[in-house]
């Protein structure tokens, strides 16, 4: 594909789209963007506190070559989203720069593709798309040492390699001061609750490397989970005065609780929930409560909110899920420690027995 | 390196450094930052208006394998201030986003050279950097067809070809409403400037290319301009008031003017002076006017600031760059037109002859 045709799909897909939602938005009477995209910078009118987030999203690294292009336009903003949700954050701006890979363009069925995955969660949330940069990448002739330098500047085309397609968003998100669920302000006593259950996705991952057989309806459920997430943004929003803490779960659910625990100076005793959920909507067998543990606590990938409060409010938590369509659920407690020990501070207790949970989950460099 | 080490590195070559850069602007009385890197956002209280670019740097498109880990750190920020600077605003926060080749990462050296460009301008310029991601990248197994689109997640590791390094920093700045300088603000009558000669990245990258050979003192200003520009933050804000259009240099003079001439529906005549002294500092002898007048007026990545200004500045101007410590080149000037016309918009006057310039320069793509 020519630069020219190139530059054409990214101006259809990407631009167009980009100024039809903004002119949407300035239809029903918002002023906050004072320029869009075409300039050195877009030009926004923020208020309150701004919420700042950055992820990269990559083939072969994040999710899988060969992942509907859809799905890639989606989750790309969605990660991003699941951050700023779990800030307590409304979501406003985000920038995409798109790196295709130089020796496999992607088709403009591709690009449109993506793009409709992008833009239909970005106009379902109210989210302006107010800058980018689409650049080329390919793969680069390396040493034999494997060093990171080459003094070549890039290596021919390959029939059997290429670079990856690479996405990175950054969003901008407004609050008012002193809002924001931070990680550290878990307080002991509080519930732990997740907006619905985990380990799908990463239920799903299994089954694509083959390691994992699920049935047609638990597979499309844990397709459904790892390509396109929900992001709780209204419900998150929705805990103003109710949220302690909160952070998304993306490497695992305990080792994204336990940045909770490190940073409140708190432990943690989690109840069964998530495992039986896992064990039942994936029809995982009684054999299988390690795994189903494994996919629920450790697997990534969810992006539902974690989050803690006070017990007094879980009639009203409840309520809220309900509002937003949403499984509120909760999953264990915050307790009382005197100085935050990582072997000991998650505990899972089952039939009366409580074992430690270690703080780990999902890694991307050793998927 | 495994996971847990490269964790150990990014910790002291980025997280650390912002985190004392954050400490030393806390000290010195400013409270915009509310929470920097560890959260799920970083929070910030931004005043005035917003202005926020995008901007990916990307091994063996944007610079060579091999460039020095220092001027790769330094020119992933200075692209994105640049694009701050031309917009007439203040640059405050940046975050970013590093993929790293996964079969042949960085070593620890090139991570604190990166670090130490990256953070050396960053602070020069008062910046913050207030969030970001590392994530690994890989080279992806294609179909022989070479379609974007493959079942396989990876490609096993080669000896011969890895995946690029690639840089991608959001930068965030403030100004007063109604202050930007846009690319639509071009008046008949104004001045054309430039903060600096141009062509001398051009003459650099052509020389790493073998295409161009320099002396040795020339090629040490192209290689400084290629590796090294130094963004003319202070001076672009100081232009309030004179300045009607402004666009940085990135692409070619040609390119980037003509966007301010489409812009603005304006057409403009050049004087010979670009060329002259690029052709004076590089050394290139009489009968290659040509290629002076390709690499001034084409050739991309300098980085310096191209502005229009009322005659009446003149003055006044050339008094603010030499606070500034730059040399302000007074270019052209911009003409009226009744319908702006691509093949037309642009000439350049030399010995009483004007000819067209064509409004093209370095394609990223083509390279």
């Not at 390919?138 to 990856?164: D, F, M, Q, W």
């Not at 089954?207 to 397709?223: H, I, M, N, V, Y």
Request: a neutral charge.
């Amino acid at each position: 594909m020519s630069a020219q045709s190139e530059f054409a799909l990214i101006e259809k897909y990407f631009a167009a789209p980009a100024r039809e939602a903004l002119h949407k938005h300035i239809a029903h009477g918002h002023h906050d963007v004072a320029l869009g995209i075409g300039d050195d910078c877009a030009l926004v009118n923020l208020r309150g506190q701004t919420a700042i987030s950055t992820d990269t999203y990559t083939e072969g690294i994040h999710f899988f070559a060969g992942t509907a292009a859809r799905a890639v336009g989606h989750k790309a903003l969605a990660v991003n989203l699941s951050d700023c949700a779990a800030m307590g954050a409304k979501p406003r701006f985000v920038t995409l720069a798109l790196s295709l890979p130089a020796d496999a363009a992607p088709t403009a069925t591709f690009l449109r593709q993506f793009s409709e995955g992008f833009f239909s969660l970005a106009n379902q949330h109210h989210v302006q798309l107010i800058g980018g940069d689409t650049t080329r990448i390919n793969i680069i002739a390396a040493k034999s040492s494997g060093a990171s330098v080459s003094t070549k500047t890039r290596a021919s085309a390959s029939a059997t390699t290429r670079a990856p397609l690479s996405v990175t968003v950054t969003v901008l998100g407004e609050l008012e001061p002193k809002q924001a669920f931070l990680r550290s302000g878990a307080k002991a006593g509080d519930d732990i609750w997740v907006t619905g259950a985990t380990g799908f996705a990463a239920a799903a991952v299994q089954q694509r490397l083959g390691k994992l057989t699920l049935s047609r309806a638990a597979g499309r459920l844990a397709d459904e989970a790892l390509d396109y997430p929900q992001i709780p943004v209204q419900f998150a929003l929705a805990l103003h005065g109710i949220a302690h803490a909160a952070i998304d779960v993306s490497d695992g659910l305990a080792q994204d609780l336990g940045h909770i625990l490190q940073q409140s100076n708190a432990h943690a005793v989690l109840n069964d929930e998530l495992t039986q959920r896992c064990q039942t909507a994936l029809g995982i067998k009684g054999v299988d409560v390690t795994l189903a543990q494994q996919l629920a606590l450790h697997g990534g990938d969810d992006y539902q909110l974690c989050f803690t409060a006070a017990p007094k409010h879980a009639t009203h938590i409840h309520a809220l899920a309900q509002t937003y369509g949403l499984d509120a659920i909760k999953i264990g407690e915050i307790e009382p420690t005197e100085q935050f020990d990582r072997k000991r501070a998650l505990r899972l207790a089952r039939s009366g027995k409580t074992t430690a949970v270690p703080l780990k989950g999902f890694d991307h460099f050793t998927r």
